[in-house]
């Protein structure tokens, strides 16, 4: 079992920055790979970025790509999205979740194991 909570959400005006991070529990953190979904009112949850168990590789939608950076720190037991240049479609809440098949980043929700409770981003323009 892997329990995961994020913090770092909150309220930030159009262009602005947050720093999301998910804590794991356990001690087998590194054999997971970790994404981070999010899901605004009225939209299916969609995928964002995830990273692997080593956290040599990285994937990222099209539609954050160069503007949010998904980072782990496997001493920690933590892992991190850098929202940058924040836009008011950005709002919504977000998920990390973890995928037992670590060495594999999967942009499926479907494929994850454990899920945190999410956290609130509302990007004000």
């Known amino acids: 079992q892997v329990q995961l909570v994020e913090s770092g959400g909150g309220l930030v005006q159009v262009g602005g920055s947050l720093r999301l991070s998910c804590a794991a529990s356990?001690?087998?953190?590194?054999?997971?790979?970790m994404g981070w979904f999010r899901q605004a009112p009225g939209k299916e949850r969609e995928f964002v970025a995830a990273?692997?168990?080593?956290?040599?590789?990285?994937t990222d939608a099209d539609s954050v790509k160069a503007e949010f950076i998904i980072s782990r720190d496997n001493a920690k037991n933590t892992v991190y999205l850098q929202m940058n240049n924040l836009k008011p479609e950005d709002t919504a809440v977000y998920y990390c979740?973890?995928?037992?098949?670590?060495?594999?980043?999967?942009?499926?929700?479907?494929?994850?194991?454990?899920w945190g409770q999410g956290t609130q981003v509302t990007v004000s323009s």
């Open positions: 356990g001690r087998t953190f590194s054999t997971y790979a």
């Open positions: 979740a973890a995928d037992s098949t670590g060495w594999v980043i999967r942009r499926l929700a479907d494929a994850y194991d454990y």
């Open positions: 990273i692997s168990g080593s956290g040599r590789s990285t």
